[in-house]
């Protein structure tokens, strides 16, 4: 995954680090994990974990409001599960440095939050909507932007060139 410049940090993203500093500070090293079998056990597990017991829910049926980013006690939606998985795979010792929240255009074009997990062997995707853990050029998203892995505060711009530009009309440009 190909990162650019500097993104603006999403508006939720910004008030969780506010109520939740500790989850904003940088934990381990800056290169990526080997992706052991013990590893990966811990993505699948983590990842089937919090997709079976969050109940997904938008932020506007259960807040009232959008764009909450918060740990979610029962219920969330997508970066609620990004957030508990990152939280939980960080407690059994990965770095922040290879949990990396990301926004993407979803496969309906709707903006959706995916954990994504750097590892010596790709870029790997945990996602509420599906259980399978897939490479990130695999999972069909266009991506946006993600946090830097130097700092968890910082968004950088993901350079997606497989997907070309539209114009105002939904052509390629």
């Not at 009232?64 to 599960?81: A, I, N, R, S």
């Not at 939980?88 to 954990?115: C, K, N, Y």
Request: net charge neutral; proline share 6%; with cysteine.
């Amino acid at each position: 995954m190909r990162t650019g410049r500097y993104a603006s940090p999403p508006i939720g993203h910004r008030a969780f680090c506010k109520s939740f500093p500790g989850e904003c500070v940088v934990h381990g090293g800056r290169s990526p994990l080997p992706l052991t079998p013990s590893r990966w056990q811990d993505l699948v597990r983590v990842n089937n974990y919090v997709n079976d017991t969050v109940k997904a829910v938008t932020d506007e049926e259960y807040y009232g409001q959008e764009e909450v980013w918060t740990l979610p006690q029962g219920y969330g939606d997508c970066e609620d599960y990004v957030l508990l998985k990152r939280k939980q795979l960080v407690a059994r010792g990965w770095p922040t440095s290879d949990l990396l929240v990301a926004v993407v255009f979803d496969e309906v074009g709707a903006g959706h939050a995916v954990l994504v997990v750097r590892t010596d062997r790709g870029d790997y995707v945990l996602d509420n909507k599906v259980s399978d853990i897939r490479l990130w050029s695999e999972t069909g998203y266009r991506y946006v932007k993600r946090q830097d892995i130097a700092d968890p505060k910082k968004w950088v711009a993901i350079d997606d060139s497989r997907w070309q530009p539209l114009d105002a009309t939904g052509r390629v440009r």
